[in-house]
């Protein structure tokens, strides 16, 4: 699995909570424990929470791709989430347990508390998520793949509601495409040209 240094290029948008903002977290939220490969979010998945770490790491993954990849490891005092969370949408990515975790685990309206009640926090996290909406939008997640002709009257239905539900997607356009390697990938899911369009989730399932 491929591993990206996000934090790196983006160091304001993985930032530390003191153990003072720790603490303020633990007055709102309840502390919950997984195991090592235990799923804390699954991409798809609406009203996912935000997980404050207390101990261990949680890796962030996009698995939309040819290749599954580590986008971040978060560690301790540090946070999951980004604008998805505040808007209500389907998260993007995974967020996987590595090792032992003990997590705080706050709901949308523990942490609209939180934004509403703790400016300080609130604008750390809020700053936070911005930038990670920024990063993610420069690593090109693939999303949600749609592949069909662009003269197809289903594929306008299938890419029109994943974009009015603001759910991230690639559009390979098999009419005008014919370089890109479709059929290569359509031979990758065992999919024939007949069969389009196809919708797929990197390589976990196909519709």
């Not at 997980?51 to 996009?62: A, P, R, T, Y």
């Not at 347990?97 to 508390?113: R, W």
């Not at 003269?151 to 991230?168: E, G, Q, W, Y």
């Not at 390697?181 to 007949?194: C, Q, R, S, Y």
Request: charged fraction near 30%.
């Amino acid at each position: 699995m491929r591993s990206l240094n996000l934090k790196e290029r983006y160091p304001s948008a993985f930032p530390k909570l003191t153990r003072a903002q720790l603490k303020a977290v633990a007055e709102v939220a309840q502390c919950r424990t997984y195991h090592d490969g235990d799923i804390l979010i699954k991409a798809g998945a609406k009203d996912f929470k935000c997980d404050v770490i207390q101990k261990g790491e949680v890796e962030i993954i996009d698995s939309t791709g040819d290749e599954p990849r580590v986008i971040v490891t978060h560690e301790a005092r540090e946070f999951t989430g980004d604008l998805t969370n505040l808007a209500g949408r389907a998260s993007n990515v995974d967020a996987i347990a590595k090792g032992t975790v003990e997590v705080y685990e706050i709901c949308n309206s523990e942490l609209e508390k939180i934004i509403s009640t703790n400016p300080e926090l609130s604008d750390i996290m809020l700053n936070a998520f911005s930038e990670r909406s920024v990063a993610l939008r420069e690593l090109h997640i693939t999303g949600i793949r749609v592949i069909g002709p662009q003269s197809s009257k289903d594929t306008f239905r299938i890419r029109d509601f994943l974009a009015r539900n603001r759910i991230l997607f690639t559009w390979i356009d098999s009419e005008n495409d014919k370089g890109s390697g479709i059929e290569e990938l359509l031979h990758h899911f065992g999919a024939e040209e007949k069969d389009l369009p196809v919708v797929a989730y990197g390589n976990e399932w196909l519709l």
